[in-house]
């Protein structure tokens, strides 16, 4: 399995709601990030996972909240999000933080509207 | 600090001819350096990777890249476009950071490829 799945594919939530996105990967990767994509912008790291535990936060708001419960797994739970957070979020992993030198694997995105 | 700039945000080719993305980088230490590829509404697949093991590299679908240290340069080329090269081209660079690998992403290429 050389794949990064995400889940759901497409997500629209209103302000007060709550959600989270999932991210699952069986490559035995030990460096799992979240990154935030606006549309025709590049990626923008959100959050970096070593060894299932926060290594970075690049100054995220509190309304996103990551969590790695084990190796193969990444969420990002959603709360009081606001429409300027539509955007594409994508998954990626490597086979540890040294690894992103070797490029990364990326899941397919979660497209997020908020309304 | 390091950092990649993207010469061109939009580049046309027509179905056969050279394609040519440019991508120079600013680094203090050797850089890794990388290509990924976009597709509407997917993630990034990596195209290819320098790691320093030898300046001319190969990735997928045909596509090369040449690491030129004096020009600071690691342009993306392929011979013959197909039209199934039509999407967005990221640069990248990874840089050590404390202990961590900061990789930051160029503001991307659209390629276009005319019939």
């Known amino acids: 399995d050389t794949e990064v799945t995400q889940t759901p594919k497409h997500l629209v939530m209103g302000m007060t709601n709550k959600k989270s996105l999932k991210c699952e990967q069986h490559m035995g990767h030990r460096a799992m990030y979240w990154y935030k994509q606006k549309a025709k912008k590049p990626p923008e790291l959100m959050f970096v996972?070593?060894?299932?535990?926060?290594?970075i936060n690049e100054s995220v708001p509190s309304r996103f909240s990551p969590e790695c419960p084990n190796s193969s797994l990444l969420n990002l739970h959603l709360h009081a999000l606001q429409p300027e957070d539509s955007a594409l979020y994508l998954c990626?992993?490597?086979?540890?933080?040294?690894?992103?030198?070797?490029?990364?694997?990326f899941g397919s995105g979660t497209r997020l509207t908020v309304v | 600090a390091q950092s990649v700039t993207q010469l061109g945000s939009h580049v046309s080719v027509s179905e056969g001819a050279l394609v040519l993305l440019r991508c120079n980088y600013s680094s203090s230490v050797p850089p890794y350096l990388f290509w990924y590829v976009q597709y509407p509404n997917q993630g990034l697949q990596l195209l290819l990777k320098y790691t320093s093991a030898a300046t001319l590299v190969k990735g997928i679908n045909g596509f090369e890249a040449e690491f030129k240290k004096s020009e600071t340069s690691f342009h993306l080329t392929k011979p013959s476009a197909h039209m199934s090269d039509a999407a967005e081209y990221f640069c990248a660079v990874s840089v050590d950071s404390g202990g961590y690998q900061k990789v930051t992403f160029g503001i991307g290429t659209k390629l276009q490829v005319i019939p």
């Open positions: 990626a992993s490597s086979q540890d933080r040294s690894g992103a030198n070797y490029g990364y694997t």
């Open positions: 996972y070593s060894y299932e535990k926060l290594s």
